[in-house]
């Protein structure tokens, strides 16, 4: 079956760096595109960024334009977001997924368990 498992996750201070991993399974990994996705307590599920199937392409959400960075690497399954600058309202519960692409959660078919952020002010 198909497995997504998040890591990296923590708690930092404001201004920090964090780099997330998401190791996938059970899938042709090439053949997706992959997502980064958070939710913080109360509210919605929101996009944060998304890398085609060849790395190619990324896009992201205003919030994280300039800070993060998404990558994958499809020779170890493996699909990371590099969090720079941190800051508290980027506290949330990460999520990678994979699917077709873009913003929408709807468009990401498998997700991963999420890894809790939490930045400290």
């Known amino acids: 079956q198909v497995q997504l498992v998040e890591s990296g996750g923590g708690l930092v201070q404001a201004g920090g760096s964090l780099k997330l991993s998401c190791a996938a399974s059970?899938?042709?990994?090439?053949?997706?595109?992959m997502g980064w996705f958070r939710q913080a307590p109360g509210k919605e599920r929101e996009f944060v960024a998304t890398i085609n199937r060849n790395g190619g392409n990324t896009y992201y959400a205003d919030a994280a334009k300039g800070r993060f960075t998404i990558s994958r690497d499809n020779t170890n399954n493996s699909a990371y977001l590099q969090m720079n600058s941190l800051k508290p309202e980027d506290t949330a519960v990460y999520y990678c997924a994979a699917g077709r692409g873009g913003t929408s959660r709807y468009s990401f078919d498998y997700w991963g368990q999420g890894t809790q952020v939490t930045v400290s002010s």
């Open positions: 059970g899938l042709t990994f090439s053949s997706y595109s």
